[in-house]
């Protein structure tokens, strides 16, 4: 069974009490916008070795799922940080969410479209009827359709996580991530094909962490502990990705070598020396632009003030 919805909705606006044995530290609840899995493997790493609590931070992981309201929780002074998507971050700007992203853990987009290794679609071109199940309304869901002029030939049916109607419906494509569905699917015989957001044209920086905007005066602090952490990820998952066992029944431990050498791509973007977590204005401009075509953004939108770079 896939982990609730832990702790989202019980958050309530105050605080939890600060830390008072040694140096008081300052209290980050960290919002997820999915349950644990390996793609926030660095920010779990940053908290079970003490890099955040070196750095002066006391961090509570809460866990998300679908639909997860992590920007919301931010902006209503539940959370201090939260995980989110370039392309989530601009249009909830725009609808009064007040918050700014300070970090990319995903240099390329995790997200996809997995299909039946013999069902003859090497490409989403090939894709010409039939169902998807997705999450309907997203922009990677509204960009699909319009790039390929699906229409209604090809029609979008909701997608709430887990495998089990792909593993056994071979005519079954969904919404996948490389940090979960492909790897879950193939340990349980299923052959996958997974067709890249990226290759469609469809790349926003994912697995973004954000503040409340304007930022808190300690986030470059928290920034910096968060690169670390990743740093640390990157060299020796081992320690996270137990945690992440545990806390997710369906990240069983014989699945995670799978994950994390698929993952390693999108978090590096390909060049495993670049600085993890950058970011910069052509890429943020790109999607801001990408929304305002598929009429999820103001004509004239930018993503000016959408994120600081530490």
Known sequence: MTPPLLLLL??????????????????????????????????YEAELSGIYEEAGFDVTIIPGGPGAPSLELVSTGRAEAAITAADDL??????????????????DVPVGIM?????????????????????????????????????????????GGGVGAFVNDPAHRQQGYIT????????????????????AGWNPYAVVLAVADPPPPWVADFVAATKRG?????????????????????????LMDCITAAQAPYVTGGDASALLGRMDTSRWEE?????????????GSTAAGAWSGF
């Open 10 to 43: 019980a958050c309530t606006g105050s605080a939890p009490a600060p830390v008072t044995d040694g140096p008081t530290l300052t209290t980050v609840r960290l919002a997820l916008n999915w349950f644990p899995e390996p793609e926030f493997g660095g920010f």
């Open 90 to 107: 601009l249009v909830k700007r725009s609808r009064g969410i007040q918050a700014r992203a300070v970090y990319a853990a995903f240099q």
């Open 230 to 254: 990743w740093d640390a990820y990157m060299a020796d998952p081992s320690r996270a990705n137990a945690e992440i066992s545990k806390l997710n029944d369906q990240m069983k431990p014989e």
């Open 180 to 199: 979960s569905e492909p790897c879950l699917a193939r340990s349980q015989g299923a052959e996958v094909t997974f067709l890249r957001a990226r290759d």
């Open 115 to 159: 299909v039946h290794a013999g069902a003859g679609i090497a490409r989403f071109s090939d894709i010409t009827d039939g169902q998807i199940a997705i999450e309907i309304g997203t922009p990677f869901q509204s960009y699909l359709w319009e790039r390929y002029g699906w229409g209604a030939a090809v029609q979008p049916v909701p997608y």
């Open 287 to 299: 999607t801001a632009s990408a929304l305002v075509a598929l009429g999820l953004l103001p004509a």
